[in-house]
């Protein structure tokens, strides 16, 4: 279950919460969490892959896996070149890796 980000209305201090996507509240919502008032806010979460695609595009040089993996070209220091969104989901299958 993915977890979700609130805001205690008291303190103003974040909450996570997990809830299946079919209940997850609205952005917005206010529910109780551990007797506390808790309103929902967007929350954006992007490893570090993520970021150097979103800022890169493909080809980028993979700082998370692990040196000459096999299965990706390597730069001069060993790091994996990832080439497309294809090529990094079949990575991070063959070697049985997922986002955390």
Same mark, same amino acid.
């Given at each position: 279950?993915?977890?979700?980000? &609130?805001?205690?209305?008291?303190?103003?201090?974040? *909450?996570?919460? &997990? &809830?299946?996507?079919?209940?997850?509240?609205? $952005?917005?919502?206010? $529910?109780?969490?551990?007797?506390?008032?808790?309103?929902? *806010?967007? /929350? &954006?979460?992007?490893?570090?892959?993520? $970021?150097?695609?979103?800022?890169?595009?493909?080809?980028?040089? /993979?700082?998370?896996?692990?040196?000459? $993996?096999?299965?990706?070209?390597?730069?001069?220091?060993?790091?994996?070149?990832?080439? /497309?969104?294809?090529?990094?989901?079949?990575?991070?299958?063959?070697?049985?890796?997922?986002?955390?």
């Amino acid at each position: 279950m993915p977890t979700y980000e &609130f805001v205690n209305q008291e303190s103003g201090s974040k *909450v996570e919460s &997990f &809830f299946s996507y079919d209940d997850a509240p609205r $952005i917005g919502d206010v $529910i109780v969490i551990d007797g506390q008032e808790c309103r929902r *806010v967007p /929350s &954006f979460i992007l490893d570090e892959a993520g $970021i150097a695609r979103k800022t890169h595009k493909y080809p980028y040089v /993979s700082r998370t896996l692990p040196r000459n $993996i096999n299965g990706c070209d390597c730069n001069n220091t060993g790091q994996p070149i990832i080439k /497309s969104q294809a090529h990094e989901r079949n990575v991070a299958s063959e070697h049985e890796m997922a986002k955390e």
